[in-house]
């Protein structure tokens, strides 16, 4: 479990990055999703995985292009995005189940006063913009 979602870490990293969407979805499959094997995850991802699966593998390779490169091509933004919004669902699902995924720690009313004045304050390199 710990290393399926090492590779879904990395691919949300790429995913979060600058660049189009597009091209993020594709770099993010092919280098970190694209070897994961449907049968290794567990039951509540498995069918929105081979969705995400049947989706980069809809075209054939062509003119130099793989097939999620093809794929993704003729996706639109809209598609592309949606795409990219599944990897970030499983990714959520996939940490809910993972005990040894890094854990938020939620902040509320009660323990602010806990938290250094520190956090609050602004980087010197945003203010000076």
């Known amino acids: 479990m710990a290393v399926l979602w090492d590779e879904f870490h990395a691919a949300m990293r790429i995913l979060v990055g600058a660049g189009p969407v597009k091209q993020r979805l594709v770099d ?8 994961v094997h449907v ?7 498995a069918s929105r995985f081979a969705s995400l699966q049947a989706a980069m593998h809809e075209s054939r390779p062509t003119c ?8 993704v091509r003729k996706m639109s933004e809209r598609d592309a995005g949606a795409q990219a919004t ?44």
């Open 39 to 45: 049968q290794d995850l567990p039951d509540t991802l």
């Open 86 to 129: 599944a990897i970030y669902e499983m990714f959520v699902l996939l940490s809910a189940e993972n005990e040894s995924a890094p854990r938020l720690r939620i902040v509320t009313n009660d323990n602010v006063d806990a938290l250094t004045d520190d956090l609050f304050e602004v980087p010197a390199f945003l203010s000076r913009a």
């Open 28 to 35: 993010a499959y092919s280098r970190h999703l694209s070897h």
């Open 64 to 71: 130099g292009l793989t097939s999620p490169e093809a794929s």
